[in-house]
């Protein structure tokens, strides 16, 4: 097949005319990423219905050297989901595999085809009376087959995992269009390496997921959760122990908030009140459940912030007072995201170090941020539970957005990422590589790492077709 013209056509005899978009007005939104920062082109987006569609791509992609980017719901954040300019890739979005197969309340599997959004797979667990409890902002846009390519986290993780825990089984099509198929849900498996483990977090550079097998769990019948004002940073590390002693599992979430944050927040709403007076400098949102009683819950939320107060570490509460309450409060805390997105000029850095430095982390990254790019707002907010703090210097309200970023950004999260590494954490605790880090990548991982990554890339990918130019630097 010598011209594109024919390429095209063969691609469309495979998924139908309305599932292979060509025109720059259907494919735009397919190669601009989430934040609109990354902008890229396709030879073709491709939308197939099944597996076996999958595979029919993939098998003439690789017989004529076409770059396939694999696609779910374009929410990273990372660039990781759209084609760079002129690469010559087709997009692959898997929008139309949107399936659920089978919800198993024995053995507590869910399994779906991968174009699932992460709404669609709760509401499927909640249909059944279990909980798939994987929980992020972007989820009714998100898929579960994103999900499992990034390895997503969000705030749930402190109970649950991420979703490596999160997963029994895949199916995933091969860069030549072979299938993989581990979709079992089988709790214990030694029989190898665990293949499957490899696509998790490999954000389509290996191959395109299709289809899980998912865990479930028990419905929680109780919800606790409040807006707890501490003194700073090292306070909330000492109630979160606090927590856990006194309510083991039953501490589900527990996130960090910082004034500016919750400032951005409410202004972006517009609707919403700050759930505590005075402005508070930090404050956490933790979250219990539970199967057991309500009544039992609450008394053990109040008894860990009274214990809390004692200390000294709690300095004020808003308890939830009903379900819409919990809502309004995790409303708060979810479209913070969305809320520098649409201001524009924010400096992201998705880090993870032990929890107990967490303190020390702010406290130095905050004072280099301030001396790199005086002025900036310090929106600091995340998952604090799991060492994860979304650190994200965002531009003083009379800089644009793209002067901010100009001049600071690359010093900034040079100087992060740098206190990150003397810290013993991760560059990306839970956004992935994409584009935006895949140069840094370079000076984090040993020499071992970055070869061994190759290896696998080449061992799987050996015309290096899926996914070009993200998460791996350049060899060499
Ligand atoms: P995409 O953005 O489409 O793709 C992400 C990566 O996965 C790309 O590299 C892509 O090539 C690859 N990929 C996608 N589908 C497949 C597939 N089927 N097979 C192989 N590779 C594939 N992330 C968190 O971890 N925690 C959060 O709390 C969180 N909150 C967010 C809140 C908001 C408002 C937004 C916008 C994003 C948030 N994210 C969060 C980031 C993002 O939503 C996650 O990374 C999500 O898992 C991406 O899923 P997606 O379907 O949109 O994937
Ligand atoms: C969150 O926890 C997401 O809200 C997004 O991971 C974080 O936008 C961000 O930096
Ligand atoms: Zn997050």
Redesign the pocket.
Known sequence: MSTRVEFIAALTRIVGPQACLTEVADTVGYTTD?RKLYRGDALAVVLPASTEEVSQVMALCHAHGVRV?????????MG??VPEQDSGAIVLN?RRMNRVLAVDTVNDTLTLQ?GVTLSGARAAADEAKRLFPLR???EG???I???L??N????AVLRYGNMRDLVLGIEAVLPDGRIYSSLRGLRKDNTGYDLKQLFIGS??TL???TAAVLKLYPQPRAVAAAFVAVSDPGAAVQLLGLAKQLAGPQVTAFELVSADAMALVCDYLGDARPPLAGQPAWMVLMEFSATGEQAALDAQLTQVLEAGMEQGWVQDAALAASLSDVQAFWRLREEI??AQTRTGGSIKCDVSVPLSDIPAFIEQASQQVQTLAPGSRMVIYGHMGDGNVHFNPLRPADTPAREYLDQHYSTVSHAVDQLVHRLNGSISA???I?VAKRDDLRLYKSEVELALMWQVKRALDPKALL?PG?MLPAEG
């Open positions: 989430y980017v694999p696609q779910g719901g374009n929410t990273s954040l990781g989901a898997l991968a992020i902002g972007s846009s998100c898929q087959g994103g999900n390519a990034t997503a986290g969000g705030t954000e389509g191959g395109i997921i995201s969305d839970e956004h992935g994409g996914n993200k």
